[in-house]
């Protein structure tokens, strides 16, 4: 047997050894996809004499595709190094280099990032004369461009207002963009697919020459690709193909970026004679924690059917432990993770990054340092620092940096040129930024809008010194529209939620400490700079992050915690099947980072929109059987599940119309514990928040 062949397991050996033909490969959790993807390519090359040159493998991200050639280099030799392994955008990029022209793409094109596209955006927004934000409309150019859609069907089913514009001036807003990118011949990372697709489906023939470049094709995490990925596959694998694609359904978590499960659904409908193969051994996980992640996935009717079979015997049980308050969840934790030590492998999972929070604060309290991964820690959080630069600038008017921040933070028609001059006024006379804006009237042709925002601030200063930190920030959230701006943001929800955890922290801080409102900053930056893992025990941090950035990970021991409705699945999830499944496969992607040991938690009560109300434990959990648990901690009988008792919001009862300003016109349908559901025509069942909705009755 060749020695790529005897390290692996028989459906390992079966992926290596295909040869013509298409192929699906269906990985589970810890199954040793990539090794059975490096062994396949090596083969190709020692066994079948395919010239590396030949073969193409599509990755997801820079750091997987330049990790497999490495293995693929150490394991066959130089002559790796002419693989074609890259991201698709990459891909994408070395055709339209050779190719462009074809398209209308002068040589030399460049590429731009996000931050360019912001800077475009705001070029844009200004020629046409509107005020809003870039980013909303950013992400309308990202989930239009990843469709696949023109933008007339786009709008066809867009709400009548995006990003708090009009969905005529957004389109006008996309024509524009796209013309200016032609004007200085650039192209963003979404283009770079599209034209591709364009280039391959307009000129056959250098289609035909690519695929003579690519004669065997691998497409790793094929459960993540979007519709535009899935045509530009299609159409390199052409009539014949040579294609194996690698991936797990039961791991596709990313509908939130166009990523179609469907794509590897039906991947046997759209290539009938392809060979299906399934990698079940579990190279990661013990047998224990196994028997729970299949417990919980089989539970999905979107999917694949296999079974995780795991190579580790017996283990740890699962551990599973009901917290009174969420408080004490975050005790808990730290509390066990002081106990086990090794802090490097130890991970703990949230679905939302506010969860965070309490987390840090409660290892930080217990001298275990943290490494927060996929997101800045709390206190760095742009809204999160945009409502604290309020509240410096109120106790402080003389802090030229912060009063910089929110001058236009939201939008409020107060432009760089006007700062500038006001700077260079407050320069000139020896006196501060904030002195300057009160003498805009003889520096400035226009004052109008810095003196409203100075009568505002003056109204902030007054309740700096009147009021404590919550009341403060919640007259803030109800003065400056920064409420409305964050909701209209992609995800603004979640800003919102980090918001609302801010406010909750104000809170804790009031009934623990009390003080003024000078004295909650001083609290704050000494909390930020703590969250900061100092030296040598930067490397044994404890992990913190939210599921979707755990995938692909794997750590000695995790902790999921906020096991909750409302949290996991979360409330924005529970409408339609498919994003309910999707919430699901999100905890079977947690449940399987864990090698030895695994943590599940809930807390029995949570501070939501600043009331403490009864949760109800995860529906997922109810799909564990009881005996794969062991109850530990604050357990005196088991409570699962248990009602959650009506508490109905003042303002609504159901049946009233109402109108939002992203989704227009509705009706709600249900109002319980500070959020109602309401049926928006041509959107759907929506849950919200009544508190930061921002809804109108109509009647």
Known sequence: MSDLLSSLNPAQQEAVRHLHGPALVVAGAGSGKTRTVVHRIAYLMREHRVYPSEILAVTFTNKAAGEMKERLVAMVGPQAKDLW???????????????????????????????????????????????????????????LKNQGQGLEAFLREAPDFIGGVPKAEAAEVYRRYQAALQAQSAVDFNDL????????????????????????????????????????????????????????????????????LHNILRFTQDYPEARVIRLEENYRSSASILRVANAVIEKNTLRLEKVLRPTKSGGEPVRLYRAPDAREEAAF????????????????????????????????????????????????????????????????????????????????????????????????????????????????????????????????REAAFESGPVAFFERVLDETGLLEALREEPDGEDRLQNVEELLRAARDWEREEGGSLADFLDAVALTAKAEEPQGEAAGEAVTLMTLHNAK??????????????????????????????????????????????????????????????????????????????????????????????????AEFRGGEKVRHPRFGQGTVVAAMGGEVTVMFPGVGLKRLAVRFAGLERLD
């Open 85 to 143: 392994v890259s991201t698709f955008h990459a891909a994408a990029v070395r055709i339209l280099r050779v190719y462009g022209e074809y398209v209308g793409l002068r040589p030399g094109f460049v590429i731009y990032d996000d931050d360019d596209q912001n800077t475009l955006l705001k070029e844009v927004l200004k020629e046409l004369g509107i005020e809003a934000r870039p980013g909303p409309l950013r992400a309308m150019l990202d989930r």
């Open 193 to 260: 697919l599209l034209l591709t697709i364009r280039l391959f489906e307009t000129h056959p023939e250098v289609l035909q020459k690519v695929r003579q470049r690519a004669r065997f094709i691998h497409v790793d995490e094929y459960q993540d690709t979007n519709p535009v990925q899935y045509r530009l596959v299609r159409l390199l694998a052409g009539e014949r193909p040579n294609l194996m694609v690698v991936g797990d359904p039961d791991q596709s978590i990313y509908g939130f970026r166009a990523a179609d």
């Open 333 to 460: 934790v730290a509390r066990e993770v002081s106990r086990l030590g090794n802090y490097a492998g130890i991970a703990v999972l949230y679905r939302t990054n506010a969860q965070s929070r309490l987390l840090e604060e409660h290892l930080r309290r217990a001298g275990v340092p943290v490494r927060l991964v996929g997101a800045v820690s709390f206190f760095e959080r742009r809204e999160i620092k945009d409502l604290l630069a309020y509240a410096r600038v109120a106790v402080n008017p003389a802090d030229a940096l912060n009063l910089r921040r929110i001058v236009n933070t939201p939008p409020r028609g107060i432009g760089a040129s006007t700062i500038a001059k006001l700077a260079e006024h407050a320069q000139a006379n020896g006196i501060s930024l904030y002195e300057a804006f009160r003498a805009a009237s003889s520096v400035l042709s226009r004052p109008q809008a810095v003196e409203a925002f100075l009568e505002l601030l003056e109204g902030l």
């Open 552 to 649: 692909g990970l794997e750590f000695p021991v995790v902790f999921l915690v906020g096991l909750e409705e409302n949290l996991l699945p979360h409330r924005n999830s529970l409408s339609r099947l498919e994003d309910l499944e999707e919430e699901r496969r999100l905890f079977y992607v947690g449940i399987t980072r864990a090698q030895e040991r695994l943590y599940l938690s809930y807390a029995e009560e949570r501070e939501v929109y600043g009331r403490r109300e009864p949760t109800r434990p995860s529906r997922f959990l109810e799909d564990i059987p009881r005996e794969l648990l062991q109850e530990v901690g604050f357990f005196d009988e088991p409570k699962m599940p248990r009602a959650r008792p009506e508490a109905r919001p």
